[in-house]
Structures are given as C-alpha cells and as structure tokens.
C-alpha cells in the first residue's frame, strides 16, 4: 500500500508563496505519474498540475500558468509543487495524487490526506 503525505501548505498573503511537497512511503513514486488536485470549501476537486514518471512532461491548468511550478525528485521519492504570486482564489486543500499515466482527471490509484493552503488579500 503506497502512503502519500504532503507537508508545506499553510497562510500565505496575496502575492507570496508555499512549497508543497509529497513524500511517498515506499519506493513507488518512479514508477508513477504525480499530480496535485485542490479542493475548495463547495466545489469540486479540480487538477492543478501534474507530472510524468520522467519528469519530461508536465500539464497545469490554466488559472495557474506561470505561478506554479511542478517537479519531482525520483531518487528521494518527492514531488514539489512551487506555487508563486499566490491568489485568495488558491485557497483550498492541496492533494497529491499517484497514477499509472499522467491525466487531468482523478483517475489516480493513490491519494495523500491533503494539506490547507490559505491565502489571504
């Protein structure tokens, strides 16, 4: 059974920045695409970023172009999501997800307990 445990989320201001990372438990995460997912207070999970088992390919959505970076650690089994020029509309509970192929949907085998991230205006 593959555990996932992010760390990093926390209060930031508009404009400033976290680190999220997820750990895994065992010596899987290089055989899995990685992905973040958040969650807001009514709304539907929704992709935030992903990466593939190279660390070659990665998508993001749209709303966080250019402020957020994915990457991936495969020889210490960690997946980093850089968030920058945060936004109050990136409040929400971050996930990290671990799958067979990369995709924007939750159709990931394994899923962290998630981190709050909240960012004040």
């Known amino acids: 059974q593959v555990q996932l445990v992010e760390s990093g989320g926390g209060l930031a201001q508009a404009g400033g920045s976290l680190r999220l990372s997820c750990a895994a438990s065992?010596?899987?995460?290089?055989?899995?695409?990685m992905a973040w997912f958040r969650q807001a207070p009514g709304k539907e999970r929704e992709f935030v970023a992903g990466?593939?088992?190279?660390?070659?390919?990665?998508l993001y959505t749209d709303s966080v172009k250019g402020r957020f970076t994915i990457s991936r650690d495969n020889a210490k089994e960690t997946v980093l999501l850089q968030m920058n020029s945060l936004k109050p509309e990136d409040t929400a509970v971050y996930y990290c997800?671990?799958?067979?192929?990369?995709?924007?949907?939750?159709?990931?085998?394994?899923w962290g307990q998630g981190t709050q991230v909240t960012v004040s205006s």
């Open positions: 990466i593939n088992r190279s660390g070659g390919s990665t």
């Open positions: 997800a671990a799958g067979v192929r990369l995709s924007t949907t939750p159709a990931y085998n394994y």
């Open positions: 065992t010596r899987t995460m290089r055989t899995n695409a």
